[in-house]
């Protein structure tokens, strides 16, 4: 059955975090006078990125504009009215480096530290001074940050978001979209959704995570976005492990603590492309390639417990495994929020301030996101993001 109502001048395809960061900044706007649509397909978010993810915030990029993002992320994670419930924890990465990885960790820490980082290198000896239960013998270099970086509840910031969205007057729909309705001139004049039919819209926002690629195909245009899986577990320690953080070994595991128990993500090898609803969990992965990292980088880890484990996907951009964000070229008032490639939860905000600025000014205001336009993948100029986890 159709859809009728008068044209929303905004819909949102997407309703995580992604697409409610941008509804929240475009209700907030005192410039912003319109209606705004936000199509989610499952209100559970049960399988949504932004219910799956680790949850955890870093400076500690390659690149100043996801430096930046992440600066004003932790700035609007602290300054937030929903900040209560949270769960903010203030700590840090922990980057580690061998010999061979020492001179990119170098290169990396001049890039944050231009961008006003509070970055801190390390070399094997005050690494083992700061982290005692550290095992040193293969590494020569680390790097930690002072009051930069943590992690809180994803899914509190979503329910948040979307609370404060719905009390303001936007519509959330329980739908998909799955294509759209242009001009002559190629503008959008409508959305379709899959169960309702078509919807009237003055502008997009393509914000669906791994289903963004399908839309941006009904338009035209490739977007090298893929599902990718990431494989999360949880484990137990009987011995206490003292103010740790999250530690990026140089084999690609992580871990971090979180309460009385710890998180790792586990490295895909090979990092194949999956379906969008594929979620199945390899539970051999942690005995076979975690453990022994784990073991081996932390002596106390080696009487671990595996508890847990789930699977989340990345929205992975191929070309350069960072953001594309903005307008498309060629395609009138539809605007891009995909190929966060892990790095969308902790971007969120500052995705979602400068979109609506966009909408409403039709310019970036706050922060110049150009670096990650889509044009770039129009002209073969990847950016190209290093840190990456």
């Avoid at 095992?135 to 930690?144: E, K, P, Q, R, W």
């Avoid at 002559?184 to 004049?189: A, K, L, P, T």
């Avoid at 577990?233 to 530690?247: G, R």
């Avoid at 992975?316 to 070229?329: E, H, L, S, W």
Wanted: hydrophobic content about 45%.
């Amino acid at each position: 059955m159709a859809f009728v109502d008068k044209p929303f001048d905004v819909v949102i395809a997407g309703g995580g975090v992604m697409g409610s960061a941008c509804a929240y900044f475009l209700h907030t706007n005192p410039n912003f006078h319109g209606s705004i649509a936000v199509v989610e397909p499952d209100p559970s978010y049960a399988h949504a990125a932004s219910a799956r993810s680790a949850s955890s915030i870093r400076q500690q990029f390659s690149t100043p504009i996801n430096i930046s993002l992440s600066a004003f992320g932790m700035e609007f994670l602290r300054k937030s009215a929903f900040l209560p419930s949270l769960g903010l924890v203030d700590s840090s990465y922990l980057y580690l480096a061998t010999a061979a990885g020492r001179a990119a960790l170098e290169q990396r820490v001049a890039i944050q530290r231009s961008s006003g980082v509070p970055v801190r290198l390390h070399d094997r000896a005050a690494l083992s001074r700061r982290y005692p239960w550290l095992n040193t013998s293969d590494l020569v270099a680390g790097t930690d940050t002072l009051g930069a970086e943590g992690w809180f509840d994803g899914y509190a910031l979503l329910s948040a978001l979307r609370g404060a969205n719905e009390r303001c007057g936007v519509c959330y729909l329980r739908d998909r979209v799955v294509g759209f309705e242009q001009s002559d001139d190629r503008s959008i004049v409508g959305a379709k959704l899959q169960g309702r039919g078509r919807l009237g819209c003055r502008n997009a926002v393509i914000a669906a995570g791994t289903h963004s690629r399908d839309l941006a195909a009904t338009l035209g245009f490739d977007l090298p976005v893929f599902a990718r899986k990431r494989t999360v577990c949880v484990f137990t320690c009987p011995v206490a492990i003292a103010a740790c953080p999250l530690v990026i070994d140089p084999s690609g595991l992580w871990f971090r603590a979180e309460g009385d128990r710890f998180l790792c993500g586990i490295p895909a090898v090979p990092d194949a492309d999956v379906a969008p609803d594929d979620f199945a969990i390899d539970h051999g992965l942690f005995e076979s390639i975690a453990w022994p990292i784990l073991a081996h980088r932390v002596p106390a880890f080696e009487a671990l417990r595996l508890t847990s484990a789930w699977v989340g996907h990345y929205d992975y951009n191929i070309f350069d495994q960072n953001a594309f964000v903005g307008p498309v070229p060629g395609v009138a008032n539809v605007f891009l929020a995909s190929g966060f490639s892990g790095h969308g939860l902790q971007h969120a905000p500052g995705i979602g301030r400068g979109l609506a600025e966009y909408i409403v000014f039709g310019e970036w205001r706050s922060l110049d996101l150009a670096p990650l336009s889509y044009e770039r993948f129009l002209k073969n100029a990847p950016l190209r993001e290093l840190n990456v986890i």
